[in-house]
């Protein structure tokens, strides 16, 4: 997975057009996109959503954004969407490993009473938008089995801190996002899930997306959330292994195939050890 574009869930016109953006993934969002006067209608349209689009051969992965665990709404929003079988669960404001285990025993309770597969419906972790949980991101490993995941954002977060700004003036992260953006991905690698990127919501600014993008990959996200259909091709077109990274990535692991038990080789004059290897391993199961 390389995109992941938000819907609001009660936009039956942008959940169609969702479909056809050339995401990799869909989060159909219950939360913050959805006014709370909307909330019921939008867990209605998004179940028929999910009903209409789960079973289609071809199709982008389907992840829901519930709301989260603390607004009391999250039980009507899994009663009414995990009979249309999501692939997937966005747990926004996750406070740790808990908050997965908390979000996997009622997912265990309504997979069971729909009749789906146990675990059928994986969870991915918005790990840093509020204060507390950024000393939580090193609690994921093993919270859950269906933990594929972890992201974060920084506009809730920014909120709860009472900041004026989350980006410089030009349109780089600030310092307190930049931690968060860090912690996330030093969670993620050590629970062994994906690092996915937060969203840019400067939508119209391609060249900015693009930097932003390529700052992930290089720093190890392998995928970015997106909030509009036009940042679609941006985003995959980065997360794509070009075929010099992978022909490079070949050329260490064959280094170390033609020279069993050596923990080091030398390639074009530099100097290729465990890490490398591991690296190039990595990219090479991603392609
Ligand atoms: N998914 C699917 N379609 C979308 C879309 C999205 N996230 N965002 C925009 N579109 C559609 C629009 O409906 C429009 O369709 P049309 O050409 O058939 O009229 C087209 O893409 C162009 O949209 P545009 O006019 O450029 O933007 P907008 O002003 O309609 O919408 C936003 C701007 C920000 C409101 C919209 O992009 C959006 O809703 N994004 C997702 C917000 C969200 O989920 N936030 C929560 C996570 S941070
Ligand atoms: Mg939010």
Redesign the pocket.
């Known amino acids: 997975m390389r995109s992941l ?4 869930a009660d ?1 039956a ?3 169609h ?2 479909m056809t ?1 050339g995401a990799d993934a869909l ?1 159909v ?1 219950l ?3 959805i006014s709370p006067a909307n909330k019921v209608a939008a867990r209605a349209s998004a179940f028929d959503f999910l009903k209409n689009t789960s079973a289609q051969k071809q199709r982008p992965r389907l992840l829901v ?1 519930v709301n989260s665990l603390d607004t009391g709404l999250t039980d009507a929003d899994l009663e009414a969407i995990v009979p249309g079988k999501p692939d997937a669960i966005l747990l926004p404001k996750a406070v740790g490993g808990v908050s997965v285990t908390h979000l996997d025993a009622k997912l265990a309770a309504r997979e069971a009473i729909a009749g789906l597969p146990e675990n059928a419906i994986a969870i991915v972790a918005l790990a840093t938008e509020t204060a507390a949980s950024l000393f939580h991101t090193g609690t994921y490993g093993g919270a859950s089995a269906r933990l594929t995941g972890l992201t974060w954002g920084a ?1 809730d977060l920014s909120a709860e801190l009472g900041a004026e700004a989350n980006r410089d003036e030009n349109g780089r992260f600030l310092d307190p996002y930049r931690l968060a953006r860090a912690l996330c991905l030093a969670g993620a690698s050590a629970a062994g899930v994906p690092a996915i990127d937060t ?1 840019y ?1 400067d ?1 119209k600014n391609d060249s900015g997306l693009r930097r932003e993008c390529e700052e992930a990959r290089r720093d190890g996200f392998t995928a970015k ?6 940042q679609v091709a941006a985003i995959n077109e980065v997360f794509t292994p070009t075929p010099a990274m992978i022909a490079h990535a070949k050329s260490i692991v064959d280094a170390f195939a033609a020279s069993p038990g050596m923990g080091v080789v030398g390639i074009g004059g530099k100097m290729y050890d465990r890490p490398h290897l591991v690296r190039a391993q990595a990219l090479l199961k991603r392609v």
């Open positions: 574009l938000f819907v609001p936009s016109k942008k959940l057009k969702g953006s989060i969002d939360e913050d996109s954004r506009e969203v919501v939508f959330m997106a909030i509009h259909p036009g």
